[in-house]
Each structure stands twice: as C-alpha cells, then as structure tokens.
C-alpha cells in the first residue's frame, strides 16, 4: 500500500507540474490537497512523510478520530465538508486551520461567536455551487459577493478565496465553465477592495478535471482516491447531507 500511494503521489504532482508548464504558470503555485475521507492515518502519514503538507477531511467525525495519531506529524489541515452550526466547537478543538467550505450567513455567526470567546481566527474560504446542482453545497454564484462581503464584516474569519466543486461531467468545456465562474467572482471581488478578504486561493479541480481547473487559474486541486485508492464508502455518504 505504502508502495501504491508513493507511486500515485508521483503521478499526480506530474500531473500538476505539466498543466502548470502548458498553462505557462508556476507549480509553485498550485498546492496539492488530499482529501483524506476514509483514509487511514496510517497511509496518510505515509504521504506526509514523503513531502506532502496539506490534508483535509469532509467529516468532523474523521477529524477526531485522526487527530491524536497525525497530531505530531508536520501538517496544514483544511475542512472540505459541509459544516454543520453544531460542530463548529470540534473544528477548532482539532486544529483546522482553514473552513474551505463555508456557504451561509449562519455558519459564519456560529464561527465567529466561537471564535471570539475562545480569542482565535480562522482562514476561510467561501464555497459557490457554480455548477447550480440541488446535490451540492455552495452559495449560489450570484450571491457570493454578497456573502462575502457580509463574512467580511466578522473580525475572526479570514477570508482567503473561494472554493468549487466543479460538474462531474466528461465534457471538458462544461466543466471549464464552472471554474471560469468562479475566477470570475475573484475578479468582482478582488475589484471591490472589501476590507478583510484576500482572494488568492481558488480551491477548484480534482483528480479528474485538475487540468482543466490549473488552466482556469486554481491555487489548490483536491485529489483523494485518486493517491489513496477507492473508498469505503460511496460520495453520496460525504455530499448528500441534509442542508443545516
């Protein structure tokens, strides 16, 4: 296994670098994120100690159970998953570093309350169905200026850019479409100059469409079974939740 995950982490950050030479940008700018949903700690310690540096999980449940066996293993971890408001305490409690997912008022109220009476921040990013799927999470692309600039107003969330989940389609120029959307809202937003927000990452791109997401400009491609293997479970356990 460990063999198998050194071998596939080798093909995707390939991957990464030679759609960064053909879209003629740096591969330092492109972050590999892997998501961890059902992965072991120990296959995901193999990679972060083989380099690797940035994890992330869709299941608060998952962060626990994890944490004390990656805790002394050098790593960022992000959130990717939808947060519901009752579990923004374990968040914080398991040292999450970035919220990638966040898509409503509501969980940014609970965020920042949490956050000021514990004296913390949190970097965020603000999640867009720019595929305009009843499946998927996201704030809807027309509202996502809006919201952001509402985030903006909290002091203890740190707003870093914006997240997708690009269409699951084999039709490239339908899945370019998403992710130019989004590239869009960074320039609406980044022209607005609203105090607090910094619009340098865009989270967009998966094993499957990566290419395509570092053509339209993404900063970090999520990839999971494409380095670990398939999963125990199928998505619909991770994306189909009820809508808190």
């Known amino acids: 296994m460990k063999e198998d995950i050194l071998h596939n982490l080798e093909i995707i950050n ?4 030679k759609a960064c030479d053909k879209a003629g940008r740096n591969s330092d700018e492109v972050r590999l994120l892997l998501a961890t949903k059902t992965v072991s700690a120990e296959n995901i310690k193999t990679a972060l100690e083989n380099g690797e540096t940035l994890i992330a999980e869709n299941k608060v449940q998952e962060l626990k159970d994890k944490y004390e066996a990656l805790k002394d293993t050098p790593h960022e971890n992000h959130f990717i998953g939808h947060l519901q408001t009752n579990k923004v305490k374990d968040i914080l409690k398991y040292d999450v570093a970035c919220v990638q997912s966040l898509d409503r008022l509501e969980l940014a109220e609970k965020l920042h309350r949490r956050l000021l009476s514990e004296e913390k921040t949190i970097e965020v990013l603000i999640q867009v169905n720019t595929s305009n799927e009843e499946s998927k999470f996201g704030i809807h692309p027309d509202d996502a200026v809006e919201l952001t600039r509402k985030v903006s107003e909290f002091s203890t969330l740190k707003i870093k850019g914006l997240m997708t989940i690009g269409l ?8 370019r479409h998403c992710f130019k959307i989004l590239k869009n809202l960074q320039q609406e937003i980044i022209s607005q100059n609203i105090p607090n927000v910094e619009m340098k990452e865009l989270s967009m791109g998966m094993s499957g469409d990566l290419e395509t997401a570092i053509e339209e400009g993404s900063t970090i491609v999520r990839v999971g079974t494409a380095v670990f293997g ?9 994306w189909n939740e009820e809508k808190l």
């Open 230 to 238: 398939a999963r125990v479970y199928p998505d619909s356990y991770y």
């Open 14 to 17: 390939d991957r990464i670098k």
């Open 168 to 175: 699951f389609s084999a039709e490239t120029e339908r899945v």
